[in-house]
């Protein structure tokens, strides 16, 4: 059984960082991908960042040039580092792994940037 857990989230200002991790109960080697998602209030769950294989990039557009996920075999982490956040930021940020057709989840962190 895969276990992610995420932490990191908070209440940033605009303009501010934040950076979230999630940490695997096991071997990260096998996934195929791991990535964050986000969802708003009222929105549904969107892709904010993938790494594949464990060298390609994928970013959704409204992130380009601010977030940056890594990816750490030898601790079993993947990482989001958010800079120049917006409000428009705000969602809970979940972990994500996918490991042949099986895809994990974490519980979700709170991401609010707000003055």
């Known amino acids: 059984q895969v276990q992610l857990v995420e932490s990191g989230g908070g209440l940033v200002q605009p303009g501010g960082s934040l950076r979230l991790s999630c940490a695997a109960s096991g071997s990260i080697f096998s996934f195929n991908a791991m990535g964050w998602y986000r969802q708003a209030p009222g929105k549904q769950r969107e892709l904010v960042a993938v790494?594949?294989?464990?060298?390609?990039?994928k970013y959704a557009d409204s992130v380009k040039g601010r977030f940056t996920i890594s990816r750490d075999n030898a601790v079993n982490k993947v990482s989001l580092q958010m800079s120049s956040l917006k409000p428009e930021d705000t969602a809970v940020y979940y972990c994500?792994?996918?490991?042949?057709?099986?895809?994990?989840w974490g519980q979700g962190t709170q991401v609010t940037v707000s003055s």
């Open positions: 994500n792994a996918v490991r042949g057709g099986t895809i994990h």
């Open positions: 790494i594949i294989s464990g060298a390609l990039t």
